[in-house]
């Protein structure tokens, strides 16, 4: 029996399994449509050659891409949305450092500000209690009033950048990690060179394009498609052909 039928099986087998993996990606993105701070996600493939034979494609690695999300207006003083290049720094459980652009803090009980999933905020300051009109300045400067109306100089954000942010390992919950292919990170006051702004009362949206994904998800569906009936017209054809060798 020809070895290419199995040659085929084979590369119809991998297109099945990178189709998967690229829709799980898929799905994630259009799941975290409505995430403050959201960066999507796409999928690279490259050809595998095996002794100059085509062996179909694998997925090698996945992207998150670096998109300004659209900002919309809050009522919350501890939304807090970058305008450009940048991250918001965040202590870990495991007392690492994480980079989200999702800037919607709120206190916990020790009067952190912490993201949506309790990981603390770095920074210099702390909230008093009994301050009012809290807010940051578009060079990360933290002030409000005390309540003798008087004025606080609360403390001061600065952002993190990447060389390479799209480098950046996914740990979830909308936190990402430093690796070898972002670069090391580098830190900076707000409006400074290479570094974005921060705008109060301002949250950033999901970087997710709706109609975009979408078409991606119909191509995706019609390619497995495709690959799951060579796949099972080649195991149809491997199956006759051993039945008649037996023949």
């Known amino acids: 029996m020809s070895s290419s039928l199995f040659h085929t099986l084979n590369i119809s087998r991998q ?9 799980d990606v898929t799905s994630n993105n259009l799941a975290n ?27 090698s690695s996945t992207q998150m891409l670096d998109t300004q999300g659209t900002l919309r207006d809050s009522t919350n003083p501890f939304d807090w949305a ?19 652009r999702d800037g919607q803090f709120s206190l916990d009980a020790d009067r952190k500000l912490v993201t949506a999933s309790g990981y603390p905020l770095v920074w210099t300051g702390t909230i008093p209690e009994g301050a009012t009109n809290l807010s940051i300045s578009a060079e990360g400067i933290v002030t409000g009033q005390d309540a003798q ?17 799209s480098g950046l390992t ?37 970087s997710i394009e709706l109609t975009q994904e979408m078409t991606h998800l119909l191509t995706l ?3 497995f498609s495709m690959s799951m009936r060579a796949f099972q017209q080649t195991d149809t054809m491997i199956s006759q052909a051993i039945n008649l060798r037996k023949a």
């Open 15 to 23: 297109d099945i399994l990178s189709r998967l993996t690229d829709l």
């Open 33 to 59: 449509l409505n995430t403050a701070g959201f960066k999507a996600s796409r999928s690279n493939f490259q050809e595998m050659l095996n002794q100059q034979i085509n062996a179909g494609t694998q997925l």
């Open 82 to 100: 970058i305008q450009g290049e940048g991250f918001f720094s965040v202590t870990l459980p495991d007392g690492t450092k994480g980079y989200t």
């Open 149 to 165: 109306g008087a004025s606080l100089n609360i403390g001061t954000v600065q952002l993190a950048r990447f060389a390479n942010p």
């Open 170 to 206: 996914s740990r979830g919950d909308n936190v990402w990690l430093a690796s070898e292919a972002s670069g090391p990170v580098q830190t900076g006051a707000p409006g400074s060179a290479n570094f974005g702004t921060v705008s109060p009362y301002r949250v950033e949206q999901s």
């Open 221 to 223: 569906q019609r390619s």
